[in-house]
């Protein structure tokens, strides 16, 4: 069964880093996504992207977030200067329509230290 | 504002305790209903969608029904592999299309 897929699993880094998500969507699906949450609390939308652009975004996801699609397989959340308040946990998604049902990958734990 | 609420917040049953979870919601339109499965660390996976009031699914144990204002998700016999923490999140028509999600309610199923 076909899965999203999301690398690294854990990533720790540096207030002021970079840092960049990895995800994999599912193949034929044509809408991606990124949430995140913090723990204890509910899953937040940052971002939506549809061909090749951005589709939507929510308040959070302001300058020093981007979001690419280097390949045909691969779609990635950059964070430029990682803050503290930015650990959490980073969820990809995709869809084949926007209302269709999104598929979550199992996320990439952020700690910003 | 757009807002979903689930209750309750936690819930603990036993093995073979049928039960309900709520997700009221107040979205602009709503354009889908879903409900996910979340473990500890884990990303959430998808149970149910449900588009239109009057609408139920099922699937094993679970069955998600859909009204004008809330959703519920029914829990029959659960057994202790049904804990988790499950979402409910609702998808808003309009110019800012998103996924609006509740806090969850943790479920505990005691064997």
């Known amino acids: 069964e076909p899965e999203v897929t999301q690398t690294p699993s854990h990533q720790v880094t540096q207030m002021g880093q970079e840092v960049i998500l990895r995800c994999v969507p599912i193949?034929?699906?044509?809408?991606f996504y990124w949430y995140r949450q913090i723990l204890g609390q509910k899953v937040e939308f940052l971002v939506s992207?549809?061909?090749?652009?951005?589709?939507?975004k929510s308040e959070i996801f302001d300058d020093q977030f981007s979001v690419e699609r280097p390949d045909g397989s691969n779609f990635t959340l950059k964070i430029r200067s990682t803050k503290l308040e930015d650990s959490a946990m980073y969820f990809c998604?995709?869809?084949?329509?926007?209302?269709?049902?999104?598929?979550f990958g199992p996320g990439t734990r952020l700690t910003v230290l | 504002e757009d807002q979903v609420t689930q209750s309750p917040e936690a819930l603990r049953l036993q093995e073979g305790e049928s039960s309900s979870l709520n997700c009221s919601y107040t979205?602009?339109?709503?354009?889908?209903l879903f409900w996910y499965r979340q473990d500890p660390g884990k990303g959430p996976e998808f149970l149910f969608t449900?588009?239109?009031?009057?609408e139920e699914k099922e699937k094993e144990r679970l069955k998600a029904t859909l009204t004008k204002k809330e959703s519920f998700l029914h829990i029959t016999a659960p057994k202790p592999e049904d804990s988790a923490t499950y979402l409910c999140?609702?998808?808003?028509?309009?110019?800012?299309?998103?996924?609006?999600w509740g806090l969850g309610t943790s479920l505990a199923v005691n064997p």
């Open positions: 998604a995709s869809s084949r329509a926007h209302t269709d049902t999104q598929y």
């Open positions: 193949s034929n699906h044509l809408y």
């Open positions: 992207f549809y061909n090749n652009e951005i589709s939507e």
């Open positions: 979205v602009s339109g709503l354009r889908g």
């Open positions: 449900l588009y239109s009031a009057g």
């Open positions: 999140a609702a998808l808003n028509a309009g110019n800012n299309r998103k996924l609006i």
